[in-house]
């Protein structure tokens, strides 16, 4: 690798450090000005100050309805003094209700809500902290990415007599989601450095609850993370890549009723095999991968840290991802590619909490200037409740 292209992989590492350092001290003060309790008045849509505050409505896609009595005069948050005279929390139909004829005062919904702490992340987080706060589960979405630009990141243009596969590939890509009472979108970019087997991706998302009711809510989300992914490659019979990754990431959601973000753990092993015709390239791979989701409770408010207890009493997420891709090549410069790609759940959390998602691209790549290919298209992304779709550019360069 040439001392330039050093330069430019230490400045984009420097540059990602120092966004996951921002998203972090970020992440501390919004977190300490939340709870239950107020996360459930961010759905009230009345006069501010009313003595009595019924609402309806969703929070990361789980169905709230309380009545609350403003007993200090304060409609923004839940006082100490407030009564919680009636909160039930639902999804999917499962519900969680609180006893307030026993004691409706906030001291006692407080302890209800401590010791249903699982509960209420179950139907709050499902899947995973970042499916509900962002619509897609990001261990899924990694090893998605990872199997699109890395495993199978192959295109059937030449370069010379050669087919190309580039050494190291910038992405960007657009993506509107929906999924049941949410709708939003999605930008989301990569950068692979593969002199030194990492990749970097970031995501920013924002998406739109209660879509059509009086109090619409919005929650913004942000996540960087990298991984590292070295592999040896067999050639025969068929050029064969076998390798292991480890990756770190971090998630941070900002919304009008609950802030709440965690650092998520993950690593496995993959492999890719590739067939090369006169004009077609054929690819295949597969990765298994374990994740884990971690909530910091030094970074959330008091109120919160049973939330982020849960979050961490949880098990290691397991997921098993495989993909094809054929790519007919047009010209010596131009080619058409499709892909497959689907991602299953394995062991815990309970594989029915968790989405199997699958998606199909198709596009198009180009060879510019005879050395660098760029691939444009449209990728459709399914799941249980989710529809995606997306526009992508995805650049390699040599370096």
Do not use: C
Not at 227 to 238: Q, T
Not at 264 to 291: C, E, H, N, P, T
Not at 330 to 342: A, M
Request: overall charge negative; cysteine-free; aromatic content about 8%.
């Amino acid at each position: 690798m040439s001392g330039g292209s050093r330069r430019v992989e230490d400045n984009i590492m420097k540059f990602a450090a120092a966004v996951v350092g921002a998203l972090l001290i970020g992440a501390a003060p919004a977190s300490a000005q939340n709870s239950i309790g107020d996360a459930v008045l961010g759905l009230w849509n009345g006069v501010a100050d009313a003595p009595v505050q019924i609402v309806n409505g969703r929070i990361y896609g789980g169905t709230i309805e309380a009545t609350v009595r403003n007993l200090d005069g304060v409609g923004a948050s839940l006082g100490a003094g407030d009564q919680i005279s009636a909160f039930r929390i639902s999804r999917n139909g499962q519900f969680l209700e609180f006893p307030a004829d026993l004691d409706p005062s906030r001291a006692a919904f407080n302890r209800w809500v401590n010791d249903n702490a699982g509960a209420i992340l179950a139907l709050l987080f499902p899947a995973s902290v970042s499916e509900s706060v962002t619509g897609r589960d990001a261990a899924q979405t990694y090893a998605q990415q990872f199997l699109l630009t890395t495993a199978l990141d192959t295109t059937a243009v030449r370069r010379g007599n050669a087919m190309v596969r580039g050494t190291a590939a910038g992405l960007l890509e657009f993506e509107q989601i929906d999924t049941p009472g949410q709708t939003g979108h999605a930008w989301q970019g990569l950068y692979r450095l593969e002199g030194i087997h990492m990749a970097i991706q970031g995501r920013v998302t924002q998406q739109h609850e209660n879509v059509g009711m009086l109090q619409q809510t919005t929650t913004r989300s942000f996540s960087v993370g990298a991984d590292y992914h070295p592999s040896i490659e067999i050639e025969a019979p068929l050029p064969v890549r076998v390798g292991v990754n480890a990756r770190y990431g971090v998630l941070y959601a900002h919304g009008d009723t609950l802030d709440f973000g965690s650092f998520d753990l993950g690593g496995g092993v993959w492999s890719s095999v590739q067939k090369d015709f006169d004009k077609v390239r054929i690819a295949g791979a597969g990765m298994l991968q374990a994740s884990k989701s971690l909530v910091p409770t030094g970074l959330v408010a008091h109120e919160m840290r049973m939330l982020a207890d849960a979050v961490n009493d949880r098990g290691v997420a397991w997921d098993a991802a495989y993909g094809v891709v054929g790519g007919y090549a047009l010209t010596s410069r131009t080619s058409l590619n499709g892909k497959f790609l689907h991602t299953v759940p394995l062991g815990s959390p309970a594989v029915e909490d968790r989405p199997a998602p699958w998606l199909v691209i198709g596009g198009v790549s180009y060879l510019v200037g005879g050395h660098t290919p760029v691939d444009v298209g449209y990728k459709l992304s399914r799941a249980r409740g989710l529809d995606a779709h997306s526009v992508f550019v995805q650049g390699h360069f040599g370096f």
